[in-house]
């Protein structure tokens, strides 16, 4: 080979060269990433705390009976306005007090004979109070065998339970998320411990739902609040 057809040879073979070296340096950088990416602890943060709650819906149900549709009315107006004086009295304003429309069955209508009750008709009806006064309804409610002992004939079922609310998760959402990410670093930075790293940076994280639930049966005015955030740090 003469010299003139060396010139290319070196040429190319210099271009391949430092394409290998290229290539490698990439391939090197790549492996580099490859393992940063599985250098990875998943964890979860737990938040917890006990609040009070602020809202309070104390529905009184009560039933009358009748013979006629106009005494069953007067009967319940009766009833309803010995409520609400009780209520004032107790210290709830008319606009924490809600009246909805009586339910009324009339019990002669599948019966005959000997098997109709004494009174025809009958109507079961609620006086709802909604109200911030919490304390004040928990310390109201044992007084009610005064309604007991005015002829009012109250009820009780399921269906018209008195609930306890708390409206302020909003207020506290921001500070709990925080203690939650906390948390998870905390453990994060137990794993990293037992293998010779270091806690990175997030490389995702995830807000759980909260939840609100009462703390038992019996203060179900003392509501549970917990959200779980799942977090993925990167370990260094």
Same mark, same amino acid.
């Given at each position: 080979?003469?010299?003139?057809?060396?010139?290319? +040879?070196?040429?190319?073979?210099?271009?391949?060269?430092?394409?290998? =070296?290229?290539?490698?340096?990439?391939?090197?950088?790549?492996?580099?990433?490859?393992?940063?990416?599985?250098?990875?602890?998943? =964890?979860?943060?737990?938040?917890?705390?006990?609040?009070?709650?602020?809202?309070?819906?104390?529905?009184?149900?009560?039933?009358?009976?009748?013979?006629?549709?106009?005494?069953?009315?007067?009967? #319940?107006?009766?009833?309803?306005?010995?409520?609400?004086?009780?209520?004032?009295?107790?210290?709830?304003?008319?606009?924490?007090?809600?009246? +909805?429309?009586?339910?009324?069955?009339?019990?002669?209508?599948?019966?005959?004979?000997?098997?109709?009750?004494?009174?025809?008709?009958? +109507? /079961?009806?609620?006086?709802?109070?909604?109200?911030?006064?919490?304390?004040?309804?928990?310390?109201?409610?044992?007084?009610?065998?005064?309604?007991?002992?005015?002829?009012?004939?109250?009820?009780?079922?399921?269906?018209?339970?008195?609930?306890?609310?708390?409206?302020?998760?909003? /207020?506290?959402?921001?500070?709990? #998320? +925080?203690?939650?990410?906390?948390?998870?670093?905390?453990?994060?930075?137990?794993?990293?411990?037992?293998?010779?790293?270091?806690?990175?940076?997030?490389?995702?994280?995830?807000?759980?739902?909260?939840?609100?639930?009462?703390?038992?049966?019996?203060?179900? /005015? #003392?509501?549970?609040?917990?959200?779980?955030?799942?977090?993925?740090?990167?370990?260094?």
């Amino acid at each position: 080979m003469n010299r003139n057809d060396s010139g290319p +040879a070196l040429v190319l073979g210099g271009l391949v060269a430092l394409g290998l =070296v290229w290539g490698g340096s990439y391939l090197k950088d790549a492996v580099q990433l490859w393992k940063q990416a599985e250098r990875v602890v998943a =964890v979860k943060g737990l938040a917890e705390r006990q609040v009070r709650a602020d809202l309070v819906l104390w529905p009184l149900s009560f039933s009358v009976s009748a013979d006629s549709l106009a005494e069953l009315y007067r009967a #319940i107006d009766a009833d309803k306005n010995k409520i609400t004086a009780f209520l004032g009295q107790a210290g709830f304003t008319a606009q924490e007090q809600r009246f +909805a429309a009586p339910v009324v069955q009339d019990l002669w209508a599948n019966q005959f004979g000997e098997q109709r009750p004494p009174q025809r008709y009958r +109507a /079961d009806a609620v006086l709802l109070v909604r109200s911030n006064q919490v304390e004040r309804v928990k310390r109201t409610q044992p007084a009610t065998a005064e309604l007991v002992s005015q002829g009012v004939l109250l009820t009780q079922s399921y269906e018209h339970k008195t609930q306890y609310v708390f409206t302020g998760l909003n /207020d506290i959402k921001p500070q709990m #998320i +925080a203690e939650a990410t906390a948390n998870a670093r905390e453990a994060a930075q137990q794993f990293a411990k037992d293998a010779e790293a270091e806690v990175g940076g997030i490389r995702s994280a995830q807000q759980g739902y909260f939840s609100v639930t009462d703390l038992d049966s019996y203060t179900p /005015d #003392i509501k549970q609040v917990r959200v779980v955030t799942s977090v993925e740090y990167l370990l260094e």
